[in-house]
């Protein structure tokens, strides 16, 4: 099973429109319901744990318009800007100290 992701710019959480392919010899007997939830949960299981950036930054609205994005790892302020891109651009290239992001 695959997954196609359409717009590689998109924020998250992302659409994606899952995809099943297999051999004619392959084809599913009996129930196709339950095989297709079969594989949807072995693919995601191999995906593992889904982390989103929420998880891991706190993102701060302040009074002067611009947001500032701590670190939940090791707490230090990664970013303050008006500029969302400029924060998920900090946000991705965090070293964390902590090694915890
Ligand atoms: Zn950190």
Redesign the pocket.
């Known amino acids: 099973m695959y997954a196609y992701r359409f717009d590689l710019n998109e924020r998250e959480p992302v659409t994606a429109t899952a995809f099943l392919c297999y051999d004619k010899d392959e084809a599913p007997t009996g129930d196709y319901v339950k095989f297709l939830v079969k594989e949807l949960k072995r693919f995601l299981a191999e995906l593992g744990p889904i982390e989103s950036v929420e998880d891991k930054f706190r993102r701060q609205p302040l009074s002067d318009g611009t947001t500032m994005s701590l670190?939940y790892?090791?707490?230090?302020r990664?970013a303050q800007s008006e500029d969302i891109g400029e924060i998920e651009l900090a946000e991705s290239t965090?070293e964390?100290?902590?090694g915890?992001?």
């Open positions: 670190c790892g090791c707490g230090e990664v965090h964390c100290q902590l915890l992001n």
